[in-house]
């Protein structure tokens, strides 16, 4: 049988001879049919291609194939209760820090503070712990789409990052309503996850084989994750192209999306990243765009403003933003309770600003999953390009809905600029339908879609 993760293939490639001049432009002509790559090639990229000719092919596959949109979301902290000694976490188990879990109330009055912000899009976040159980997990979901704001505002889609588990609590998340169910391998390196975990999830198989018992369970989309620097930065790209690929060959499509985290200081955390400059962290995101394609690559407040907005040309599709990182954290003062230190600390507002005047568009969008375009029909409509045409007229509805209902004055004047120009360009019978909806959406109706 195939294995998920071949360490021997990986260090193979990694090994081989720097490719030619001629080889590299083979590969990134190759790359430019949005086709993805192999492990070879995807090496050769890594280590052959100068920053320019990489970085402009990664940035006109993510504009082809995702437009200007770019989506939004924020997490949210349900508790940081947990059984795990993962040696890079804030929530590990020997960290004397008090901990915090969301009540009922609690979570209420969370979710009106990120309504309040414009947040659409949820990434619920717990540690592994009996009290949080499955049942915690489904009933806040139950809690975070039935709370509305004064004027109708609610969360559209729930993704989550909760501890590997089984086919059955799986599918308590699907009867949920779960968005993506996302999960990092955090390191692919089988020895140096053996050093860093204790506790259940210190069991490499479980955290391997969880997104294939997600599947099994009726999750059709699913997100993968490297934590990058816990160990080699270009093993664990081509790792998880070979998770992907091997998600691809047994379920029939492969992940919804790729987080990209890299290691923040934490709280009782003493362990040292290892070394991963901001050049290379976007030379491995604009590899991952070229080898995946069709992939949503996600990017979060772990890195800095400026170092993002790169990030956005290059392949990245969604990002958090105005993210806090402990349970009740929202509308609050920062403390020292939090999972990680996170480095842009933009509100939403200025987030989005950032976004229009670099020409890109914010989307808060949760179309697909509510129409249920969602694992092999929404990568059939990814390649046929259809989600683009779907993509922007989403977006630009999602985001008038914020201008009207969220922005500053400064961020409604360029933003309403941005989405002229954007509506310009969508053509024919849906360009029409888009401007109808448009005018609905300033005369008070809310939530429409295509
Ligand atoms: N507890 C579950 C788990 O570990 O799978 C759920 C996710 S945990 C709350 C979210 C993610 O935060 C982890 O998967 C890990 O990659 C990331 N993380 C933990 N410590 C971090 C740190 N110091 N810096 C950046 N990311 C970190
Ligand atoms: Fe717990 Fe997840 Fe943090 Fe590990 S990464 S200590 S499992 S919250």
């Known amino acids: 049988m195939k294995l998920i993760i071949d360490e021997k293939q990986i260090e193979s490639v990694l090994s ?22 192999e492990l070879d090639e995807a090496v050769a990229l890594l280590d052959g291609a100068d920053d320019s000719t990489l970085f402009s092919a990664a940035a006109a596959v993510k504009k082809e194939i995702y437009g200007k949109r770019l989506v939004l979301f924020a997490p949210l902290y349900l508790s940081s209760y947990c059984v795990n000694d993962c040696a890079y976490c804030g929530f590990h188990a020997s960290n004397p820090s008090p901990r915090k879990k969301l009540s009922h109330d609690e979570i209420v009055a969370q979710v009106r503070v990120l309504e309040s912000m414009g947040h659409k899009r949820l990434l619920l976040e717990a540690g592994e712990h009996p009290d949080n159980s499955i049942d915690y997990v489904t009933e806040a979901m139950k809690t975070i789409y039935s709370t509305k704001g004064p004027k109708g505002q609610s969360i559209r889609r729930l993704n989550v990052n909760i501890a590997a588990t089984t086919k059955e609590n799986y599918a308590r998340l699907k009867e949920a309503g779960i968005g993506t169910y996302q999960l990092f391998q955090e390191t692919y ?25 997600a ?18 930065w270009r093993f664990e790209v081509l790792a998880l192209i070979q998770h992907a690929q091997y998600l691809e060959q047994k379920h029939g499509v492969g992940p919804h999306t790729i987080s990209v985290p890299r290691f923040r200081p934490a709280p009782s955390v003493g362990l040292q990243p290892t070394a991963f400059s901001d050049s290379d962290f976007l030379r491995a995101i604009a590899v991952l765009r ?21 990030a956005f040309e290059l392949g990245i599709s969604q990002a958090s933003a105005a993210s806090v990182t402990e349970p009740g954290g929202y509308g609050k003062a920062a403390t020292s309770t939090a999972q990680f230190e996170t480095a842009d600390h933009r509100s939403l507002d200025e987030v989005v600003l950032a976004l229009c005047s670099r020409g890109l568009l914010p989307s808060f969008c949760t179309a697909c999953y509510r129409s249920n375009r969602t694992g092999c029909d929404f990568m059939e409509l990814a390649k046929k390009g259809a989600i683009q045409d779907l993509c922007t007229p989403n ?6 809905e914020y201008l009207l209902d969220h922005a500053s004055i400064e961020t409604r004047t360029q933003g309403e600029a941005l989405l002229e120009k954007a509506v310009r360009k969508v053509q024919g019978k849906t360009g029409e339908e888009l401007c109808r909806r448009l005018k609905r959406l300033e005369e008070g109706e809310r939530d429409l879609f295509f």
């Open 16 to 37: 081989e001879a720097a490719p030619s001049t001629a080889e590299v432009s083979a590969i990134i002509s190759k790359a430019r049919e949005k086709k993805g790559l």
């Open 189 to 213: 390196h089988r020895a140096t996850y053996g050093k860093l975990h204790c506790g259940p999830k210190a069991d490499y198989e479980r955290q391997l084989t969880a997104l294939d018992r």
């Open 215 to 232: 599947f099994e369970a009726g999750i059709e989309d699913v997100g993968i994750g490297a934590l990058f620097g816990l160990y080699d």
């Open 290 to 310: 070229l080898s995946v394609p069709y992939t949503g690559m996600i990017l979060s407040t772990r890195e800095s403003p400026s170092l993002r907005s790169k």
């Open 395 to 400: 977006a630009a509805l999602t985001f008038k």
